[in-house]
């Protein structure tokens, strides 16, 4: 069967009803749960408990960027003294523990005390970080702060001022942070002044030989941002559509291509040493798949159309996904040329399913000791 032919299949066609009737009179927070919990998070079949980073079913990006994140965190292992101290920015629901931490710390029983610290705002998420934190004995509980990591560094109204780790730390982790630093739906927004105020202050509370680690989808190369920019487009929200190229360009420019690098000061002698600050930015592609076009239209949501609050869940925003995903499909391509988003077919999980292609950029910093 074709792709066109199997888009107009019977169990396309049911599978589309089953979504759009899942989606309908729910909250942005119900919606957020049916995106990530169910379809970006789900796990291949037989998969119970995470042990890798390959055992998830709907995206592939956590297995491209394990190699870099066990560098990044053993080349901070290799500089730490007794005590490592780690702080999970935006920590969400600590799945990374599951597939990487937990394993890699254990090389430090022994040696070194563990200490995870982690800032989150969503209590639902942090709840369920400290009960898998729970599960590890050689990791041990530092700070716990539930609420915005830009409490930290921003003067607001009445801020209590947030918690910080007893030292200064070894590693921070901010995979999938960035997209929280800036709303695209204000006015006068600064991405640039977003993005420095950041990295400035965590780099500041860095040890020597320490490093930040950053991960975030290349949003102008991506199928979700691609359909955000589409949709505004559509409804004529000109100025969320320009907001949001402003913010991906300063991700671009400061991220991407390092320029952050020139915020960041050397020192002749912090805490006994010398330290200079130095980049490293790569980007690789990976792949959403879902086992219907309407599964992965719930994919495309990910990002800028899709809110994390009480109010309702607008279902137009779906619809104007799975319209674009089926044309897609439904498109004539000669056989040298890709469909839109590059759309098609591959296994996954012993199955064939939908697919379709994404970009992410792994940016490292690191406060190096000169020698």
């Not at 590059?342 to 992410?360: I, P």
Request: proline share 3%; glycine share 6%.
């Amino acid at each position: 069967m074709s792709i066109s032919e199997l888009a107009n299949s019977k169990i396309e066609i049911e599978a589309e009803e089953q979504v759009l009737k899942e989606f309908t009179n729910i909250s942005n927070n119900q919606a957020y749960d049916l995106v990530f919990h169910r379809r970006v998070l789900a796990l291949n079949d037989g998969i119970t408990e995470v042990t890798s980073p390959n055992d998830y079913f709907g995206v592939d990006n956590r297995a491209g960027m394990y190699p870099t994140l066990q560098k990044a965190l053993n080349d901070s292992i290799l500089e730490s003294s007794k005590v490592f101290q780690m702080l999970d920015v935006g920590g969400g629901s600590g799945s990374p523990l599951d597939w990487i931490f937990s394993k890699e710390l254990l090389k430090n029983v022994g040696k070194r005390e563990n200490i995870i610290n982690v800032i989150e705002p969503n209590p639902n998420l942090l709840k369920v970080y400290l009960k898998t934190l729970e599960k590890y004995p050689h990791l041990k509980k530092g700070i716990v702060y539930q609420g915005y990591v830009q409490d930290y560094y921003e003067v607001r109204e009445n801020n209590v001022k947030p918690p910080l780790p007893s030292d200064k730390v070894d590693f921070i982790n901010a995979i999938h942070v960035v997209y929280h630093l800036t709303d695209y739906r204000q006015d006068n927004l600064d991405p640039y002044k977003d993005i420095i105020s950041f990295i400035t202050f965590f780099y500041s509370i860095l040890k020597p030989g320490g490093a930040i680690y950053i991960a975030y989808r290349d949003q102008d190369q991506d199928f979700g941002g691609n359909m955000q920019k589409n949709y505004y487009e559509k409804i004529h929200e000109y100025n969320l559509y320009q907001n949001i190229a402003k913010i991906n360009q300063a991700r671009d420019n400061f991220l991407n291509k390092g320029q952050i690098i020139e915020y960041l000061e050397s020192k002749d002698d912090e805490d006994g040493f010398k330290t200079k600050p130095k980049i490293e930015t790569l980007k690789h592609k990976f792949s959403f798949y879902a086992k219907s076009l309407a599964d992965m239209a719930v994919l495309g949501l990910c990002g800028n159309l899709l809110e994390s609050n009480e109010k309702n869940f607008d279902k137009g925003r779906l619809n104007f996904i799975l319209n674009e995903i089926k044309d897609a499909a439904l498109m004539k391509v000669e056989d040298e040329k890709e469909r839109r988003f590059g759309l098609g077919r591959t296994e996954r999980d012993g199955k064939m399913v939908w697919k379709v292609d994404a970009s992410q950029v792994i940016c490292v910093i690191r406060k190096e000791i000169i020698s």
